[in-house]
């Protein structure tokens, strides 16, 4: 589901971003979701903490599809209007 788009920071589709090393929570990058891309990730995934009080955003952790090796996962849903959200899940991209 996600893929290496190239574009730039208004990109509206699944964006990786490299770090450039091995970081031990994020792996070497972080995806920016658009909408679409978020509810796919969603989808097939084991929600196993889900907490919407924070103003902003809402803090999403869980398991990926078992397409996806039910890697863990960690997204931040932006609630601003068309506004990217946050993905991390350290073998997502690899």
């Known amino acids: 589901m996600l ?3 190239d574009g730039d920071e208004s990109e509206t589709a ?4 490299d770090v450039g090393e091995d970081h031990p ?4 990058g972080y995806h920016r979701l658009d909408d679409q891309a978020l509810q796919l990730e969603l989808e097939g995934a084991t ?3 889900r907490d919407g009080s924070f103003v902003g955003f809402e803090l999403i952790v869980g ?3 078992k397409s996806f090796g039910q890697e863990p996962f960690i997204a ?3 609630r ?3 506004a990217p ?3 991390i899940s350290p073998e997502a991209g690899k």
Not at 25 to 28: A, D, E, L
Request: hydrophobic letters at 40%; a negative charge; glycine letters at 4%.
């Open 25 to 28: 929570i994020i792996g070497t």
């Open 63 to 65: 398991y990926r599809d």
């Open 80 to 82: 601003l209007h068309d």
């Open 3 to 5: 893929d290496d788009v």
């Open 85 to 87: 959200h946050l993905f």
């Open 14 to 17: 699944a964006s990786a971003r």
């Open 76 to 78: 931040i849903k932006n």
């Open 47 to 49: 929600i196993t903490a």
